[in-house]
């Protein structure tokens, strides 16, 4: 069985820092991507990074961009967000996903999902 859990989550005042862990067991074959989704009370789901597991390519939503890292480390079947210069926006609900897409921030692409982990910027 394919399992996502991700951690990391808590309450940062505005322009401070949370590094997101996501740990993946069950998914053998590391010819997929991995995404970061967040989703606020009321928004719709949206992409925030994405990392192929097999290789280094990433993405990154235009928000994000330049304060947000998303980095693996498949020995310990693992992905991280690194977050920094955090900002009340990016208040949300933070999921981990798992799958084979084409299109890396289309949330209908992705098989597996983690149950959450809230960050909450003040």
């Known amino acids: 069985e394919v399992q996502l859990v991700e951690s990391g989550g808590g309450s940062v005042q505005a322009g401070g820092s949370l590094r997101l862990s996501c740990v993946i067991s069950?998914?053998?074959?590391?010819?997929?991507?991995m995404g970061w989704f967040r989703q606020a009370p009321g928004q719709e789901r949206e992409g925030v990074a994405a990392?192929?597991?097999?290789?280094?390519?990433?993405y990154y939503a235009d928000s994000v961009t330049g304060r947000f890292t998303i980095s693996r480390n498949n020995a310990q079947n693992t992905v991280y967000l690194q977050m920094n210069s955090l900002k009340p926006g990016d208040t949300a609900m933070y999921y981990c996903?798992?799958?084979?897409?084409?299109?890396?921030?289309?949330?209908?692409?992705?098989?597996?999902w983690g149950q959450g982990t809230q960050v909450t910027v003040s």
């Open positions: 996903a798992a799958g084979s897409v084409g299109n890396v921030f289309s949330a209908n692409g992705y098989n597996y």
């Open positions: 069950g998914y053998t074959d590391r010819r997929n991507w």
């Open positions: 990392i192929y597991r097999a290789g280094y390519t990433t």
